[in-house]
């Protein structure tokens, strides 16, 4: 390695003999082990083996956390299997070596430690972490399709037993502080101060190294395992099919095989992760995760002014924007015509928070950001004003006539509409540069994006706003053009309205649900629609059809339903009947779905995200992608309705959209825009 060549690693020996091993990659926020980062590492233990220090300490010089993991996009590059195990050995056999040292070593952890990171620490023979809400110990390795591959599926059950270790690579989902310390990811938990001073006291008297206790360790002898394996594969099937998400099986064969012991546990490992790296479902949820880091990215350091959001309509969406708003820190109000309408929001919000917020201290804090405003006093103080109230092109245009002249100069007006355009809703305002769409789904604490919806005349300082605002708000924004429905609801329409037509013609509801979830949705459309309720999903797609100048589709038992009005799941009964917020679905019986079933719903959504694309709602196609994957739950297995159907392959699904064209009418007509993709 050149002498000006970025080092990723520095090494220093106190006086007491320690080497402290600091990780700081040049150039980024978070440390994340990239080939040559490991290759590095691997000349560092190098040497210390050959002067063997008192002991090794390894810490991270970045403020964020001590590392994140692998880099990702290495993955993107891997060909094959042999690639695949080409890049995971080499680091498999140094982590070999930092667990090897003949002296004690200790991670020092703060912030995160995942992935990678975490395998990292679970080589050195001690863990020491920061006592405080910022630390997160976990393997999510599982949400790329994929499962640790630097020794983790191994010495996470060495260290915290099966159960534990499992569950935190089944699940993808990371513990903290004192449930790590009690599981054995951790040996010790301390403040911030005491990091360095506890690791040091780990290698001055190191302890003997934990274990799990033996009713655990049992479970991993060989006459146990079958047993044991039963049970773990029961619970991942209600999850996740094996035929989309093999990993999770794939790490519960590695176990039930070699039992997280042995040099072969580990080959096996590096050779299962290698095989996993090439199927379909890692190379889809890999190019998800880059999605994300796309999105996430796009709010830089814009909206750092806004300090106070005014929310008006109190409803579910308004109040759930407002309650979210204050979870994340913003001073909030929320104002509607009387205090009655506002208070089951405020109600709605202290559940939120006593989920979220378990401190008594930062609980109160959080209730006392948000308070109800039927008058509207926040206006003027506000940066951000986000409409809320309902579908009405007139009411909303009579509302900003109030809210503008109170506003003060330079705030943002917003708008949570699901399917008006902006520019009739700007007509009469004196500032139409200054309107945005921020369309958030429902439920607002559970759906990550955001359309950021922007007209001709809205200027680009009010979309850098507005992104900045959703990535404050731990959202990730999107840009749309604004359009019919924008992005997520002008195709989720002909989805639902497909799906209705389907019910229409006989086909059991149950069969139709059962048709989208065995695709991968995560719920079915005609449950979607109860959901969404009967009378918005109704008079969104009016709204929308009659803007893309398209018939509106009639469905005669919605109709029947809306003017009994059953409006789904807030009725109690729509489509389906509803108890304790759970659809009650009657057996199918013996009836067989028509062949072409999954087609038509899948299929007609795709068509309209091409015309979507077509038209310039979004900028390409992987935001189109991003679009359904993040605001309407396609299945990230498949990487996004338009990867999806270039798997397919383009020419086959236009071929099938003819086939359905001539049997079910125009709507199925494909798309000009399919050429564009086919040409790319």
């Not at 970045?62 to 993107?76: R, Y």
């Not at 990678?116 to 023979?125: D, F, K, R, V």
């Not at 079933?597 to 899948?602: G, K």
């Amino acid at each position: 390695m050149a002498d000006d060549t970025p080092r990723s690693w520095k090494t220093e020996r106190d006086a007491d003999g320690i080497a402290w091993l600091t990780f700081d990659k040049p150039g980024t926020s978070a440390n994340v082990l990239s080939a040559a980062v490991l290759v590095e590492l691997n000349a560092v233990l190098a040497a210390l083996t050959q002067n063997l220090p008192r002991g090794v300490i390894v810490v991270s010089a970045k403020k964020s956390g001590f590392v994140a993991g692998a880099d990702i996009k290495e993955f993107t590059n891997l060909a094959d299997e042999q690639s695949g195990y080409q890049l995971i050995r080499p680091g498999q056999q140094v982590f070999d070596r930092l667990e090897a040292l003949r002296c004690p070593s200790v991670a020092a952890i703060h912030g995160f430690a995942l992935g990678g990171g975490l395998e990292l620490a679970l080589a050195c023979h001690y863990r020491v972490g920061v006592a405080d809400e910022r630390l997160s110990l976990g393997l999510p390795e599982v949400m790329l399709g994929i499962h640790p591959g630097f020794g983790g599926t191994v010495r996470s059950v060495r260290v915290a037993g099966v159960r534990a270790a499992m569950q935190m690579m089944l699940t993808g989902k990371p513990v903290r502080g004192e449930k790590a310390l009690q599981q054995g990811f951790l040996d010790r938990l301390v403040p911030e101060a005491e990091l360095r001073t506890a690791a040091r006291a780990l290698v001055l008297n190191p302890p003997p190294r934990h274990r799990p206790a033996f009713a655990e360790r049992l479970l991993s002898f060989a006459p146990v395992r079958p047993f044991v394996r039963g049970s773990l594969v029961k619970q991942v099937a209600r999850r996740a099919p094996r035929a989309h998400y093999p990993a999770p099986y794939a790490m519960i064969d590695l176990w039930s095989r070699y039992g997280a012991h042995g040099a072969r546990a580990y080959e096996a490992e590096a050779r299962s992760i290698a095989h996993l790296f090439t199927t379909p479902t890692s190379r889809n949820l890999v190019r998800v995760f880059l999605l994300q880091d796309r999105l996430k990215a796009g709010g830089s350091k814009a909206g750092a002014q806004v300090k106070h959001v005014h929310v008006v309509g109190a409803g579910v969406m308004g109040a759930d924007i407002a309650a979210w708003s204050a979870l994340r820190g913003f001073t909030v109000t929320l104002q509607d015509r009387a205090m009655e309408f506002i208070q089951p929001g405020l109600a709605r919000a202290a559940e939120l928070f006593d989920k979220r917020v378990r401190d008594p201290a930062k609980n109160a804090a959080t209730r006392a950001r948000l308070t109800a405003d039927v008058d509207g006093a926040g206006v003027p103080q506000a940066d951000v004003v986000i409409e809320a109230i309902y579908e009405n092109l007139e009411a909303k245009q009579e509302l900003y006539a109030r809210l503008e002249p109170r506003m003060k100069p330079g705030a943002l007006l917003a708008t949570n509409t699901s399917s008006i355009m902006l520019e009739p809703l700007a007509a009469k305002l004196a500032r139409p540069e200054r309107l945005v769409g921020l369309h958030f789904f429902n439920p607002v604490a559970l759906m990550p994006l955001i359309e950021i919806v922007r007209a001709a005349a809205t200027e680009q300082s009010a979309v850098e706003t507005a992104t900045g605002f959703a990535r404050r708000i731990d959202k990730l924004p999107l840009e749309c053009r604004s359009a019919p429905g924008f992005m997520v609801n002008r195709v989720l329409t002909p989805y639902m309205y497909e799906a209705m037509l389907c019910a229409q013609e006989g086909t059991p509801l149950e069969l139709i649900d059962k048709a989208a979830t065995d695709f991968g949705m995560p719920m079915g459309p005609i449950e979607l629609v109860d959901v969404v309720g009967l009378d918005v999903a109704s008079h969104v797609g009016e709204i929308i059809a009659r803007e893309l100048s398209r018939p509106v589709t009639q469905i005669t038992r919605l109709n029947e339903l809306l003017a009994a009005k059953k409006f789904g799941r807030k009725s109690s009964e729509g489509f389906y009947r509803w108890t304790d917020g759970k659809a009650v679905k009657p057996p199918a019986g013996a009836a067989v779905p028509p062949a072409d079933l999954t087609d038509r719903m899948v299929l007609v959504l795709a068509n309209e995200c091409v015309a979507c694309l077509r038209e310039g709602v979004v900028a390409d196609a992987d935001l189109a992608d991003a679009a359904v994957l993040f605001g309407a739950g396609f299945p990230p297995f498949r990487g996004g309705p338009l990867t999806y159907a270039r798997a397919r392959g383009i020419a086959v699904v236009v071929a099938r959209l003819n086939e359905l064209a001539a049997r079910y009418g125009a709507r199925f007509q494909p798309d000009a825009g399919w050429q564009m993709l086919l040409n790319a």
